[in-house]
């Protein structure tokens, strides 16, 4: 714990740009010392927050990611309104550049994937910053300590089972209520296929080429409720 407190505070001294930026503002330290482990897929670890625009026009924002320091095997990801990026994507592509109407807010998410692999502790800086002008930013620091584990930041109550993973040809999701939608995503972000979502159904993946997706599960007022990562794995003869 003394390890994670130290960043922290070094966290702390990186920051001082962001009470300084009144156009956009988000959680300096969204997870502290604890983080929200999904019961239906405990070797993602999320971050989840928010970055808001402060202003009476559009803003165009990026961001940059900075593993500080993630054990050797762990995977980040970032999570925002365009996509959710592979691990290899630090900074946000020009070509995905947010756009924040006056009032509303882009999605911050920092989800860790640990693959089982050892490890208790992980520090990821996000720089978000505006397209036209970089000098404008704040950042934001997402601490995780495996060894704390909360749930007390889980906003909702819609239970998501999504299996097998690695999957082949079918991929089975179940749920209590409140989804609409089921995306899939290439690593590059792209939106590859899109189904209907209904409880305990099973949806065909056999025309995906082998490799990682991102799920992403829309509620029924249209919020993406989680992001998981799929495995597709064909048949090996």
């Keep these: 714990m003394n390890k994670i407190f130290t960043l922290l505070f070094i966290s702390f001294l990186f920051s001082a740009a962001y009470a300084q930026n009144n156009k956009f503002a988000a ?45 050797a095997g762990w995977e980040p990801t970032m999570c925002d309104n365009v ?24 999605l911050a998410d920092m989800h860790v994937y640990d693959g089982g692999l050892p490890g208790t502790e992980c520090y990821i800086k996000l720089k978000v910053f505006e397209k036209e002008d ?23 109550n819609i239970a998501v089972r999504m299996f097998p993973n690695p ?15 089921i995306d899939i995503y290439n690593v590059v972000g792209s939106k590859v296929l899109s189904y209907k979502s209904e409880p305990s159904k099973s949806y065909d993946i056999s025309m995906l080429e082998d490799g990682v997706y991102f799920i ?5 007022e249209g919020k993406i409720l989680r992001t998981l990562k799929l495995v597709k794995k064909g048949i090996r003869s």
Aim: with cysteine; hydrophobic share 30%; net charge neutral.
């Design 216 to 220: 992403k599960f829309i509620t029924t």
């Design 134 to 156: 970089t000098t404008s930013s704040i950042n934001i620091d997402y601490l995780f300590n495996k060894e704390s584990v909360g749930t007390k930041n889980i906003q909702r």
């Design 27 to 71: 959680e300096t330290y969204p997870c502290k010392d604890t983080f929200t482990v999904d019961p239906n897929n405990p070797l993602d670890h999320v971050c989840h927050n928010y970055v808001k625009n402060n202003t009476g026009v559009i803003l165009k924002l990026l961001w940059r990611r900075y593993d500080i320091e993630v054990p």
């Design 83 to 106: 996509n959710c990026y592979a691990t290899f994507i630090t900074a946000c592509p020009e070509e995905y550049v947010n756009e924040i109407p006056k009032g509303q807010k882009m």
């Design 167 to 181: 999957a082949q040809n079918q991929l089975n999701i179940d749920y209590n209520s409140g989804l609409s939608r």
